[in-house]
């Protein structure tokens, strides 16, 4: 919360922004624009979007892990630093890049519940596929994609273990199962916060409670040809046509 003077000399607490860290890898530069659009075009609480980009976390010192065989994205680690970037403190979100928004962000935030030092998606998921994005190896473990969208409560004494020494050297396993946390301490969000596309379903019958408000194109997203006509591709597609025309106009204007 903020302090603001308003006319007449009176002051009152103004929000602070909601911080979103999305994570950035240069090969899917599209994949975090559109995705901080959506988020952007829907939310009616004020939100601060923060790429975290691994090169400028090196040249901060705060990263210096040497890249696994098995991280698809130059975010696979760096995410777990959300709340170190967040001065743990007070509520932050993480989410992959390959995310888009349908629905206002306030939604999910009314969702956060102190009681909890993190709250995900608990998916059960095992993709039969072995490979995913452009070639990128699929791996298999316990609590896959819990990590790619995470609700961090900062202030929790739990998270402020994920310092920058932890998270540069710990394992993938450590990191990605929440083992610093007991189960009881990561609070479960429906699923159309993180569907996945090709695994979850909408159901016809339910269609208001089972339509996704944030997809998950966790296999490809239509940024890579291979993956262009996948499910909600269309709609992807249409955002990403309506920030290169925002994009346009704003070079234009500047010129």
Known sequence: MTNVTMNGGETKMEKSPFKIFIGYDPKEDVAFEVCRRSILKHSTIPVEIIPIRQNELRTQGH???????????????????????????????????????TTDINELTSLMDDRYAIMCV???????????????VQTLYPRKNWSSMVLYNCSHPKNKVLTPEIVNTESGAFLHRFM???????????????FLVG???????????????????????????????????????????????????????QA
């Open 63 to 101: 990263y210096w892990r040497d890249r696994g065989p098995t991280e698809s994205t130059e975010f696979s680690f760096t995410r777990f630093l959300t709340p170190f970037l967040s001065d743990y403190s007070g509520w932050s979100m993480f989410v992959d890049c390959d995310f888009l928004y």
């Open 122 to 136: 608990k998916h059960d998921y095992a993709p039969k596929e072995t490979t995913k994005m452009d070639g990128a």
């Open 180 to 194: 610093w946390l007991e189960d009881e301490e990561i609070g479960d969000v429906p699923f159309v916060w993180n």
């Open 199 to 253: 695994h979850n379903k909408v159901d016809d019958a339910d269609l208001k409670r089972t339509f996704p408000k944030a997809i998950h194109y966790t296999l490809g997203g239509p940024w890579f040809e291979a993956w262009k006509d996948c499910e909600f591709g269309d709609l992807w597609s249409k955002e990403m046509e309506e920030w290169k025309n925002e994009t346009a106009v704003g070079n234009k204007v």
